[in-house]
Structure formats: C-alpha cells, structure tokens
C-alpha cells in the first residue's frame, strides 16, 4: 500500500503562489508515476500535472501551462506542485494521485489517493 498526504493549499488572492506538497510513505517503490489533479464545486476531477518518479518526464494541462511547475525530490518521497500567478479558476480541491503506470490523464490508472488539500483563489 501506498498513503498520500497532501498540504500546502490555502486561500489567497488572485495572481498569488502557492506550493502543494505530497509525501508518498509505504511502498513507495510501486509508484511510477505521482500526478496532482483538482476538483471544483460542481465539476467534474480533472488533471492538472504528473511526473514520473523516476525520468523526470512530466505533463501539465492546457489551463496550467506556463503557471505551474511539477517537481519531485525522491530524498524526500515528495512532489511538489508550485502555482504561480494563480487564477479564480484555479480553485478547488487538490489530490495528489499515485500510479504504477506512466502518466495518464485519466484518473482511472492511478491507484492511491490522498485527502485532498483546498486551494481558494479570490479575485
């Protein structure tokens, strides 16, 4: 088994940072991949960017390109999601995901899944 637990979310105001942190504990050697993914009120999860654990590879959605970056730091069994000039769109709740597979976008292929952190972007 592999447990997620994510932090970092917060409320600020639009065109602020925030870094999202995912501490992966267990048997982390299963994992392949650790994606971040989001859900607002009244929508559907969506994919917003994996890496894999090992190659560095990495993918973001069209909405976050250019915003947000990806990172890993295996020392640390963490990944980081930093958010840079963060929009009102950009609210919801953040899952970091685990997978045993290479990135996918569907939420279908990842295994394990944290609580969630909420991320609150004001205008």
């Known amino acids: 088994q592999v447990q997620l637990v994510e932090s970092g979310g917060g409320s600020v105001q639009a065109g602020d940072s925030l870094t999202l942190s995912c501490l992966a504990s267990?048997?982390?050697?299963?994992?392949?991949?650790i994606a971040w993914f989001r859900q607002a009120p009244g929508k559907e999860r969506e994919f917003v960017s994996a890496?894999?654990?090992?190659?560095?590879?990495?993918e973001y959605a069209d909405p976050v390109k250019g915003r947000f970056t990806i990172s890993r730091d295996n020392a640390k069994n963490t990944v980081y999601l930093q958010m840079d000039s963060l929009k009102p769109d950009d609210t919801g709740a953040y899952y970091c995901a685990a997978a045993e597979v290479g990135i996918a976008r569907n939420s279908d292929n990842y295994n394990w899944w944290g609580q969630g952190t909420q991320v609150t972007v004001s205008s």
């Open positions: 890496i894999t654990w090992s190659f560095r590879r990495a």
């Open positions: 267990g048997r982390t050697t299963s994992i392949y991949t």
